[in-house]
C-alpha cells in the first residue's frame, strides 16, 4: 500500500513541474506578444507588468478559498477542477485576439490555479 501514494506523489511532483516550468518559460515572451501579436504600441511595460502579475496576485488571494475547499470536499476533486481549469485557460490563450481578452484570460487562469495544497 505505501508504494501507491509514493508512486502518486512522484507522478504528480512531475507533473506540476513540467507544467510550470513550461508555463514559466513562456512568461518572457508576454511583451513581444503583446506588441507583435495584439498590437500594443504604447505603455508596452505595463500591459506586460499587467499581464505577468495578475493571473499570480488572482492565485493568491484565491488560495485560502481554494484550501477551504479541498479540506471539505477533497483535495482530488481540486486537482481535477485545476487542471481542467488551467487546461481551458490555456486553449482559452489560443483564442486571444486584443490585449483585454489577454487580460480576462490570465485573470482566469488566476483563478483556476491552485489545487487545494497540493502544488508542490
Not at 88 to 104: G, K
Request: one cysteine or more; a positive charge; proline letters at 3%.
Amino acid at each position: 500500500m505505501e508504494l501507491y501514494w509514493k508512486r502518486n506523489l512522484y507522478i504528480l511532483w512531475l507533473g506540476l513541474f513540467f507544467n510550470h516550468m513550461a508555463y514559466t518559460l513562456s512568461v518572457p515572451f508576454f511583451p513581444l506578444f503583446l506588441q507583435n501579436d495584439l498590437g500594443i504600441r504604447s505603455r508596452l511595460e505595463a500591459w506586460s507588468g499587467i499581464s505577468i502579475s495578475i493571473s499570480f496576485l488572482i492565485s493568491g488571494l484565491c488560495a485560502p478559498f481554494w484550501g477551504s475547499l479541498a479540506d471539505k470536499y477533497g483535495s482530488k476533486l481540486m486537482l481535477v477542477r485545476s487542471g481542467i481549469g488551467l487546461g481551458a485557460a490555456h486553449l482559452a490563450n489560443y483564442f486571444v485576439h486584443d490585449p483585454y481578452m489577454f487580460i480576462l484570460v490570465r485573470i482566469f487562469q488566476g483563478l483556476m490555479a491552485g489545487s487545494g495544497g497540493l502544488d508542490l
